[in-house]
Nanobody, 117 residues
């Protein structure tokens, strides 16, 4: 059974940093495009950042320059380094793995990030 397990969420003050991790199991991690999404209360889930198997990255505009996505294939893990956090970054953050073939993808269970003073 494929598992994506997120960790690293929590409560921080505006301007602080957090690093999220997503550990994958039972997939050939290195060939998957990995993404971080978030969903705030009352809003749709949105893409925050993604990284391809080749290491290409893309970010939603509101996090560019503040968030960095990276992957460590040897550990089957993708990271999201979040800096200069703002209250509007508050959401449940989800990890997603997209296979390079077919319509095959997996979601993690999510981790809560709350930015408040």
């Amino acid at each position: 059974q494929v598992q994506l397990v997120e960790s690293g969420g929590g409560l921080v003050q505006p301007g602080e940093s957090l690093r999220l991790s997503c550990a994958a199991s039972r997939i050939t991690f290195r060939i998957y495009t990995m993404g971080w999404y978030r969903q705030a209360p009352g809003k749709q889930r949105e893409l925050v950042a993604a990284i391809t198997s080749g290491g290409s990255t893309n970010y939603t505009d509101v996090v560019k320059g503040r968030f960095t996505i990276s992957r460590e294939n040897a550990k089957n893990t993708v990271y999201l380094q979040m800096s200069s956090l703002k209250p509007e970054d508050t959401a449940v953050y989800y990890c997603k793995a997209d296979a390079p073939y077919g319509n095959l993808y997996y979601w993690g269970q999510g981790t809560q990030v709350t930015v408040a003073s």
